[in-house]
Every structure is written in C-alpha cells, then in structure tokens.
C-alpha cells in the first residue's frame, strides 16, 4: 500500500509539500474501495512500481451507486444488474504517460484498463470524474472512454460528475 501511495502522490501533478496529505486521502480511498466485492488491482513494474489500475464490479445496487445515482439510464443499468459494469476507481500512471502516445494501443494506461476489463469479462467500465477536472476527462478521452449517454445525461439531474464508460479492447 505505501508504494501505491508513493506513486500516487508523485504522479497527482500537486505540489511536493501537499504530497503527505494527498496520498493519505488517496490511501484512505483506497483502502475503502478493497473492502468492495469484486475489487482488483492490477500492477505494472518494471525494476519498480511503474503504474497501475483498480476498481470493483458494480451490482444494480450497493454503495458504489453514489454519484450515479439518476445518470444511469437503460443499458448501463441493465449491465449493472446483469454485474457486468466494472466501475474503474482509478489509473495511476506517470505523467508522461497520460501525455505521450495516448491513442497508442501499447501506451501503459490503455493497456491497464484493457486489461482490468478483460480479467473481470466486464460488458462495460464506468468511472466518475469531476465536472471541474476537465484534465483527466480529456485524458481518459484519448484513452478511450467516452461520456455516457449524452442524451440520457441533458433528463438527469445536475451533478458533481461527468460518468465516463469503456468498452472492452478500446
């Protein structure tokens, strides 16, 4: 845990001396998202720790739905229920991953979430991100995702989040 914490923190873009208190919070959400049924982490190294993704497989019902809750409409739901839907917690990778050859199949951070889905047989990933962190939105974007049902989103309620979903092999 403490190297997960270690790479987080050197890989959050935020100042060193804020390092501590960020991979606390990071460690602390971390922790909480492995008592989830399904959770998985998946690690690359090298000679060290150079990345890794985690998340757990969402049900139809279950705590992981806040921040979901009136966005998911018709075939989100359905995968939901069906356990087919893993919900991407995070993608830890170093910043010259997120900024080179994101559209490349071999880039670190698509080859994690590949994966992930993979081992999980997920019909779909979801991951919520931020509406103010339009950052990791474009990057998650050039890896792949893409938002969730734009037209399903105008109905829903306002919220803090944009939900983003992967389809396997993208």
């Known amino acids: 845990m403490q190297e997960l914490g270690d790479l987080y923190a050197e890989t959050s873009g935020g100042n060193p001396w804020a390092w501590n208190e960020a991979r606390a919070a990071f460690l602390r959400h971390l922790a909480a ?3 989830r049924p399904g959770f998985s982490l ?3 190294e090298t ?3 150079t990345g890794y993704a985690y998340g757990f497989s969402a049900g139809g019902t279950g705590p992981w739905w806040a921040g979901f809750d009136g966005h998911l409409r018709g075939g989100l739901l ?4 069906s356990g087919r839907l893993f919900v991407v917690s995070g993608i830890v990778v170093p910043p ?5 050859h994101r559209d490349q199949v071999w880039n670190l951070a698509r080859r994690l979430q590949r994966r992930l889905l ?3 047989d997920a019909a779909l990933g979801v991951a919520l991100v931020d509406v103010r962190d339009d950052r990791t939105v474009e990057t998650m974007r050039s890896w792949g995702w893409r938002y969730a049902g734009d037209d399903s989103l105008r109905a829903a309620p ?3 989040f944009r ?4 389809a396997p092999g993208t």
């Open 118 to 120: 993979a081992d999980h």
């Open 96 to 100: 010259c991953v997120r900024r080179e």
């Open 78 to 81: 359905r995968r939901a229920g």
């Open 42 to 44: 998946l690690i690359a």
């Open 33 to 35: 998202d492995t008592r």
């Open 158 to 160: 306002p919220s803090p």
């Open 47 to 49: 000679t060290a720790l």
């Open 163 to 166: 939900i983003l979903v992967l």
